[in-house]
């Protein structure tokens, strides 16, 4: 196929490369002075393989996916640009040759038991959290790579790349570090925003390892021949670094125009915070389990994650295996009717991390803390909402005071905005006004990063006054009985923990 050059016509188009927990996607968005529009030219599985060693990332489908998408886009009319988001933690090793070592890890993968220990006994989580500020997770990166030491992938690797950096390079050919992304990995120092030497020597990792950072907005190069010729794009297309990791472009599209906002990005995970100018990093704040992850222009994204929509998605998956609906609407409805408050339960239980029978566990945790079994399917949907409404309102509430700010409005954005219930009962919880959207806020945020880089936008207040001059948007405001709801917080802060 000929390759498509960059056209007047296609000048505005945008190409964000999106991958999720469960799928990936290419979506093409047009920029203008006052139009902002999304169009999904491809969509494609994220199947996690279980090999005899582990859990792993179908990264080669992955990659696969990833040029079809491109290759729609071509047949739409070219693009200007192209940016990659993904999740964060996880990434691919290369060898000296270049060569990806093995498929990389899934996140949810049991290899990092007890590596946390391991790290603490070189270097203890109060001075760990004292320079890098990240939330103790047990699959972050330095955790994993400490799981992973004398094996022989890690003898031979010369290389790391996570995950979007390693798309960027199969696209490209260049190595480099979105500093979004490596804020996540537990190896940058939140300060100065550099890769911290001397935590790489005393867990004695290898500073060649780890390449040289990049920010939102820096090139990244353009596309290999091969690509070029695959996918019918001009071989001089440019791919942008944008927020690499999935929640820091969400955050950017946040359509707040004034301060003194909170942000929920609601998906598999729910990651609810602040966006401040410089790290907490107070004993405080590391008892709390707040994170500290670079944004867009220097921001710091004070949050924390909760485990989100991944309860309700898992007990769909359970249902449907069982022959029983999975209607989201209908589900939803049903939970509406279902009576409030009857059992409540704490969404960031390890019992809820790995994949399985998630009814099963919820009802096993209510029936362990002396509640109400939830027996019908909305039952147990309203105990999952109501739950995840009362982690809302406890970590945005630890984190105003922990930063100390004053908040005044919740945005939430990402899929979990088109939860009618969840938006509403995050209102009632938190007692402030929420507004519910964008619900593509990443894909958003990936191509406006594009757009400022080719110079249609400008600062990220531009940006967010586009998004919120373009986008559809609901607001919720406050209402219900909150002294109902102070007891069901109060009745799962005294709940006795799984041991």
Request: hydrophobic letters at 40%; a negative charge; glycine letters at 10%.
């Amino acid at each position: 196929m000929t390759p498509t050059p960059p056209s007047s016509a296609s000048a505005s188009a945008f190409a964000a490369v999106d991958l999720g927990a469960t799928s990936g996607r290419v979506i093409l968005g047009h920029v203008g002075p006052d139009t902002l529009d999304l169009t999904e030219v491809h969509r494609f599985p994220n199947t996690p393989v279980r090999l005899p060693d582990g859990l792993r990332w179908d990264v080669l489908s992955l990659f696969q996916g990833v040029l079809d998408g491109l290759r729609e886009a071509a047949r739409s009319g070219g693009v200007a640009s192209i940016g990659v988001d993904t999740w964060a933690v996880d990434y691919g090793l290369l060898d000296a040759d270049g060569a990806l070592v093995g498929h990389p890890y899934h996140y949810r993968d049991d290899r990092t038991d007890g590596a946390a220990e391991r790290v603490w006994a070189a270097v203890s989580r109060q001075e760990l959290y004292g320079v890098t500020g990240l939330q103790h997770l047990p699959f972050n990166t330095v955790f994993q790579l400490a799981s992973t030491e004398g094996t022989v992938q890690r003898d031979v690797a010369r290389t790391l790349l996570l995950v979007p950096d390693l798309v960027i390079h199969w696209l490209t050919g260049s190595i480099g570090a979105e500093e979004t992304n490596a804020s996540t990995t537990g190896l940058l120092d939140a300060r100065t925003g550099t890769w911290s030497q001397d935590l790489l020597r005393r867990l004695s990792l290898d500073p060649a390892l780890f390449p040289p950072l990049r920010a939102p907005g820096d090139p990244a190069g353009t596309l290999l021949p091969h690509v070029a010729a695959y996918t019918g794009l001009d071989p001089r297309t440019p791919v942008t670094t944008v927020a690499s990791h999935d929640t820091a472009s969400a955050v950017a599209a946040v359509p707040a125009t004034e301060p003194g906002f909170a942000y929920i990005s609601c998906g598999t995970w729910s990651l609810a915070g602040l966006e401040l100018d410089a790290p907490v990093l107070s004993e405080a704040s590391r008892a709390a389990n707040f994170t500290n992850e670079r944004g867009v222009d220097g921001t710091v994204r004070y949050l924390r994650n909760i485990m989100g929509l991944w309860l309700l998605e898992e007990c769909r998956r359970t249902w449907d295996g069982q022959g029983l609906p999975t209607h989201i609407p209908t589900l939803l409805a049903e939970a509406a009717r279902a009576e409030p408050f009857a059992s409540v339960v704490d969404p960031d239980a390890p019992e809820f991390l790995a994949p399985g029978d998630m009814p099963a566990r919820i009802r096993a945790s209510c029936a362990r803390t002396g509640q109400r079994v939830p027996g019908s399917q909305g039952a147990v949907v309203r105990c999952v909402l109501e739950s995840l409404a009362l982690a809302h309102r406890r970590t945005l509430r630890q984190a105003a005071a922990l930063a100390g700010r004053d908040v005044t409005r919740i945005h939430l954005v990402g899929g979990g905005a088109r939860n009618d219930l969840l938006c509403r009962l995050t209102a009632d919880a938190t007692g402030l006004p929420v507004v519910a959207g964008p619900t593509e806020a990443t894909a958003l945020g990936n191509i406006l990063v594009q757009a400022r880089a080719a110079g249609l936008v400008g600062d990220l207040a531009d940006m967010r006054r586009l998004i919120a001059s373009t986008q559809p948007l609901r607001s919720y405001t406050p209402g219900g009985d909150s002294a109902a709801w102070d007891a069901a917080a109060a009745r799962l802060d005294s709940a006795p923990r799984n041991p």
